[in-house]
């Protein structure tokens, strides 16, 4: 089992497995993806900046996650104990369906606490959307303090939560 950077040519992969959760999330109210977002643009933009990473046993690829600098800026209001310069901001965690309910995605979010600390980071900050209550235990369970709510987009019906863990 590796963790690693994506290249180019997984683009395809992680579009494939961002596509068979859609249905998922959507079934489960959760609307935060859809068939503008994210792209496969998007995907290839994190490969450029080093921030796409991809969950990766027996060569073949079940999950990924984007682990970058970038902050959303409704960050601002939420009471973070760590400064967005101190931190990792994760976003656009997948798992494929034929692959869940295996503790990838646990696998995958203590990957990037290492990333993070390797990379002498004091913490990560990170959202989910309100109705991923799978994800925000997953966050709990893996020591992620609950910080609040926050809009990230123009539908001011469209709520998530933050967490943080220092490290």
Not at 2 to 14: C, F, M, P, Q, Y
Not at 39 to 50: C, I, P, S, W
Not at 62 to 68: M, P
Not at 110 to 126: A, C, F
Request: hydrophobic fraction near 40%.
């Amino acid at each position: 089992m590796t963790l690693r950077l994506a290249k180019s040519d997984d683009v395809d992969r992680v579009m494939e497995i961002v596509k068979s959760v859609i249905p998922a999330m959507h079934k489960a109210g959760n609307y935060q993806w859809g068939a503008d977002y994210p792209t496969a643009e998007v995907f290839l933009n994190d490969v450029k900046n080093g921030s796409l990473y991809v969950y990766e046993e027996e060569s073949v690829i079940k999950g990924c996650i984007v682990a970058d600098e970038n902050h959303a800026y409704a960050y601002d209001d939420i009471p973070w104990e760590l400064a967005r310069i101190d931190c990792l901001a994760t976003h656009r965690l997948a798992i494929s369906p034929n692959f869940q309910g295996q503790g990838l995605a646990q696998k995958i979010i203590q990957g990037i606490i290492d990333v993070g600390k390797e990379r002498g980071y004091l913490g990560i900050h990170t959202d989910t959307s309100l109705e991923n209550k799978p994800m925000q235990y997953l966050f709990e369970k893996l020591g992620f303090e609950f910080k609040g709510q926050l809009n990230l987009d123009d539908n001011l019906d469209d709520w998530y939560v933050a967490y943080e863990i220092v490290f």
